[in-house]
């Protein structure tokens, strides 16, 4: 908790510092989905003064949607992440990060692996680094999750999120651009688009590769709608 603390620590003095008198905070999926979500709502609320709303999924993609909507330059055309959106794969990453750390001798935490699960480089690089140490490999211990992942798609399939394909017929029914931003690097997008059969829905896909910086910078949501 301690990395989280200090932050929201940091946050609450800047407030402080330019007179900000009201603000709202929200908890997101990260904290809705661990284990120990709620101790950690109630540490930041005692220790910080910041008292967090945990808020629903469908709440979560509706503000999601608003900013999109608000802030980027496009009209009739909609932007769908990859993995957890389209595809039911997030889960795995949040099994399959600790098991990798493990293996070189790491202990990654529920919490922490649920923090990776959209960030991209150069901010993952970093991050863990300053987890475990600037001696820290992480190419090695990310290809060995990458490895995990790839034998459990090839044995078991991979899963659509409920309504999908509903949702992506309706929008092509009503003429509006659909296309994906992901993390995820091309040549496994694709491969997992084709197992599920939506290889042809999209008219664009960006992934991290593409541009500088990868999630949560807003690069490939820019190259999206250039």
Known sequence: FRITLDTLHNFAQMCHL??????????????RNSDNGRELVDRIAQEVGIQLHIISGNTEAYISYLGVINTLNIKDGIIFDLDGTLIDTEKLYRK??????????YELSDERALMLRSLGRPFSPILMKEWFGEDFDYDKVRQRR?????????KNGIELRPGVI???DRLKSDGITTAIATATDLERTSKYLQMVGLENEFEHIICATM?????PAPDIYDFAVT
């Open 18 to 31: 330019y007179h900000v008198d009201k603000t709202i905070a929200v908890a997101t999926a990260a904290i």
């Open 211 to 215: 541009v500088k910086q990868g999630k």
């Open 146 to 154: 990458k490895e995990y992942i790839e034998d459990y798609v090839n």
């Open 166 to 168: 509903t949702l992506l």
């Open 96 to 105: 399959y990060w600790p098991m990798a750390f493990a293996d070189y001798g």
